[in-house]
């Protein structure tokens, strides 16, 4: 099935780093969501967007629309060892008449105390 | 509030069965849409229901199929198991029908196929 490119796949950084992972597509989106995954468990939604150059927080993370709507970049500033996790954008589109999310390859990130 | 909610948590079935999982979304969310997610991917979509009616399929068999009850809660469906059928079914609900609405995920079902 169809997914969205995210990259880096996977990084390990110090406790106290920021970190920045951006999700690219050939496809324009008019939604796009971050979610954290940790093992086991479902998806949880950290930030949704819904408009091109649209920059929104939650906290210590930080999320962007990409202006071009092709794109959707995260960043998590002082990251702590409880960070760990999955990360995957989502972009959401109609197709077909149905409003869909697309989900990323994912970013999982560790975070070394 | 209590969020979506899915059962069972596992389970484990012989290729060739049925399976039936099971989701209630949060209260108030009268859309309901199924994912797969495989170990080391991303979720992929399976079926979106809005108010009972099927508003939007992924690229799955025949073998998987879905409805949504009266009270909003939701059935996946999956007939004649393959070992390619073992993944994590998420299941996630919005308070529309998806357009520009965020999706909330349940703990999921994790199906293994022998």
């Known amino acids: 099935g169809q997914q969205l490119n995210q990259s880096p796949q996977s990084m390990f950084i110090q406790e106290g780093e920021d970190v920045s992972m951006n999700c690219t597509s050939s496809s324009i989106f008019n939604t796009w969501l971050w979610y954290k995954q940790e093992p086991g468990e479902g998806p949880v939604l950290l930030i949704a967007l819904y408009k091109a150059g649209e920059l929104t927080s939650n906290g210590r993370l930080t999320a962007q629309f990409g202006i071009t709507r092709k794109d959707s970049f995260l960043n998590i500033s002082a990251s702590i060892p409880s960070d760990v996790g999955i990360y995957f954008c989502a972009g959401g589109r109609t197709t077909s008449g149905t409003y869909k999310y697309i989900f990323g390859t994912g970013t999982r990130l560790k975070v070394l105390a | 509030d209590a969020g979506v909610t899915q059962s069972p948590t596992h389970l484990i079935k012989t290729r060739g069965q049925h399976v039936t999982l099971r989701c209630s979304p949060i209260?108030?969310?009268?859309?309901v849409s199924w994912y797969q997610q495989v170990l080391g991917q991303g979720p992929q979509f399976i079926f979106q229901?809005?108010?009972?009616?099927?508003?939007g399929r992924g690229n799955f068999p025949d073998r998987f199929s879905a409805r949504q009850f009266p009270n909003y809660s939701s059935e996946l469906n999956v007939n004649a198991l393959l070992l390619g059928d073992s993944a994590l079914y998420l299941c996630?609900?919005?308070?529309?029908?998806?357009?520009?609405?965020?999706?909330?995920f349940g703990p999921g079902t994790r199906l293994t196929v022998t």
């Open positions: 996630a609900s919005s308070p529309d029908r998806g357009g520009s609405y965020e999706q909330y």
């Open positions: 209260s108030g969310h009268k859309s």
């Open positions: 229901y809005y108010e009972k009616e099927e508003r």
